[in-house]
Nanobody
Framework: QLQLVESGGGSVQPGGSLTLSCAAS????????VGWFRQAPGKEREGISC????????VYLDSVKGRFTISRDNAKNTVTLQMNNLKPEDTATYYC???????????????????WGQGTQVTVAS
């Protein structure tokens, strides 16, 4: 498995913004597809968005379209999830993930992803 570390979570009021970052340990992140997932208490982990090795973007969650944006910073060896106009229903633990078999490309299904970060908590509340 590949090691990933998320950062940037926290508490924010509705309508606010947060930027999550996913960093790689010991490998070059832009040679792998990288996705963001989230899991709220009592719910299944769901795929949010993924960026391919070529930089193409897949968005799996309709509720975040127009609000969340995934991007790469190759100089920093990171993948970022910019989250704007946050809503209470966005409250969850957020994970970045990748597939060690990078040629398989992006997936929004947790069963098809084998390398995960430890997660970062995002809480949206008044």
């Amino acid at each position: 498995q590949l090691q990933l570390v998320e950062s940037g979570g926290g508490s924010v009021q509705p309508g606010g913004s947060l930027t999550l970052s996913c960093a790689a340990s010991g490998f070059t992140l832009n040679t792998y597809p990288v996705g963001w997932f989230r899991q709220a208490p009592g719910k299944e982990r769901e795929g949010i968005s993924c960026i391919t090795r070529a930089g193409s973007i897949n968005v799996y969650l309709d509720s975040v379209k127009g609000r969340f944006t995934i991007s790469r910073d190759n100089a920093k060896n990171t993948v970022t999830l910019q989250m704007n106009n946050l809503k209470p229903e966005d409250t969850a633990t957020y994970y970045c993930a990748t597939r060690s078999r990078s040629w398989l490309g992006c997936s929004g299904r947790q069963s098809e992803v084998d390398s995960w970060g430890q997660g970062t908590q995002v809480t949206v509340a008044s």
